[in-house]
C-alpha cells in the first residue's frame, strides 16, 4: 500500500497553551513526519506563493478573510497526479475550524477516485472542527476514513496515539 502524506504546517508564531509562542518546526510538520516514519509514503508540503504574515494575530485574520471568502491561494507547486497511492493523508493545522484555505487549492485539483483519505489535524482545543466534511466536499470518489485530532502543544509526543489510530482505521 503506496502512502502520500499531503500537509500545510506554519512554524514562527502560534498559538500554543493559551500564549502566542514561537516554533521552530509546525505541529503539522511533526505529526507528517511522524506518519511518514511510522509507514513510509512521500511527503508533500504545501506551500503559498505569498507567504501569511509572520505575525500570529495578523495571520489568523488574513486565514479569516480567506475562509470567509472561500479562496484558493496560488501554491508554489502543485502535486497533480496521486494515481500511485492507495492511501492519502491530509495533515494541517485548525484555522477557523478547518484547514487553511491553501490545502483545499491542492486537493481540489487532484483526482480522488478509489483513494482512502485520512484527516490529522493540529489544534489547541477545537478539535477536528468542520475539517473532515469539508475534506469529503474537496475529495469526491475518496473513501473517507475516520479523522483525528491531535492537540498541537502535543504534537511532538504524538507518535504512539497517530500510531495506533492508523492501525485501527488501516489494520496496518
Same mark, same amino acid.
Given at each position: 500500500?503506496?502512502? +502520500? ?19 521552530? !518546526?509546525?505541529?503539522?510538520?511533526i505529526c507528517?513526519?511522524?506518519? #511518514? ?11 503559498t506563493e505569498?507567504?501569511? $504574515?509572520?505575525?500570529?494575530?495578523? #495571520? ?12 484558493? $491561494? ?19 493545522? #485548525? ?11 491542492? +486537493?481540489? *485539483?487532484?483526482?480522488?477516485?478509489? *483513494? *482512502? ?10 478539535? +477536528? ?6 475534506? !469529503?466536499?474537496? #475529495? ?20 504512539? $496515539? +497517530? ?10
Amino acid at each position: 500500500m503506496a502512502n +502520500l502524506i499531503i500537509y500545510y504546517s506554519r512554524s514562527g508564531e502560534n498559538y500554543v497553551d493559551g500564549k502566542v509562542r514561537s516554533l521552530v !518546526k509546525g505541529n503539522s510538520e511533526i505529526c507528517a513526519e511522524i506518519l #511518514c516514519r511510522h509507514f513510509g509514503g512521500d511527503l508533500f508540503r504545501i506551500e503559498t506563493e505569498k507567504e501569511y $504574515p509572520s505575525n500570529y494575530i495578523e #495571520c489568523i485574520e488574513v486565514a479569516k478573510r480567506e475562509k470567509n471568502e472561500g479562496a484558493r $491561494p496560488t501554491l508554489k507547486k502543485y502535486l497533480d497526479d496521486i494515481s500511485g497511492y492507495d492511501n492519502v493523508f491530509v495533515v494541517g493545522p #485548525c484555522w477557523w475550524g478547518t484547514f487553511p484555505c491553501a490545502v483545499f487549492t491542492q +486537493l481540489e *485539483k487532484l483526482d480522488f477516485t478509489g *483513494k *482512502k483519505v485520512l484527516v490529522v489535524m493540529t489544534h489547541e482545543g477545537s478539535g +477536528l472542527g468542520d475539517t473532515v466534511e469539508d475534506v !469529503k466536499k474537496a #475529495c469526491p470518489g475518496a473513501e473517507l476514513v475516520e479523522g483525528f485530532a491531535v492537540h498541537g502543544a502535543e504534537a511532538a509526543e504524538s507518535e504512539f $496515539p +497517530l500510531h495506533n489510530w492508523v492501525v485501527s482505521v488501516l489494520g496496518k
